[in-house]
Nanobody, 125 residues
Framework: QVQLVESGGGLVQAGGSLRLSCAAS????????MGWFRQAPGKEREFVAT????????YYAVSVKGRFTISRDNAKNTVYLQMNSLKPEDTADYYC??????????????????WGQGTQVTVSS
């Protein structure tokens, strides 16, 4: 089992940047595929980015590709989401998630076993 704790959210102006972090407990962090999802008020939770166990493969939602970068440091048990050129439509609660499934990466929230509590990101226009 793994526990996930996100940090780094906040209020930023459009065009600005934020870096989210997700710290994981346990010794087997490198065995998990990791993902970032977000949920805006009144909307379903949606996929943002995912990264393979080694960090060698990544995949992004079309809406964030070219602006967001997911990375991980297995030595620090942490996954990051660097968010640049933020837009008001990026406003949401952001969640990191871990998957034990034998997959390279996943965009499907149902394939993730563990979730953090979320961190709020607000982008003002």
């Amino acid at each position: 089992q793994v526990q996930l704790v996100e940090s780094g959210g906040g209020l930023v102006q459009a065009g600005g940047s934020l870096r989210l972090s997700c710290a994981a407990s346990g010794r087997t962090f490198s065995s998990y595929v990791m993902g970032w999802f977000r949920q805006a008020p009144g909307k379903e939770r949606e996929f943002v980015a995912t990264i393979s166990r080694s960090g060698g493969m990544t995949y992004y939602a079309v809406s964030v590709k070219g602006r967001f970068t997911i990375s991980r440091d297995n030595a620090k048990n942490t996954v990051y989401l660097q968010m640049n050129s933020l837009k008001p439509e990026d406003t949401a609660d952001y969640y990191c998630a871990a998957s034990q499934r034998w997959i390279e990466y996943s965009v499907n929230r149902n394939e993730y076993n563990y979730w953090g509590q979320g961190t709020q990101v607000t982008v003002s226009s």
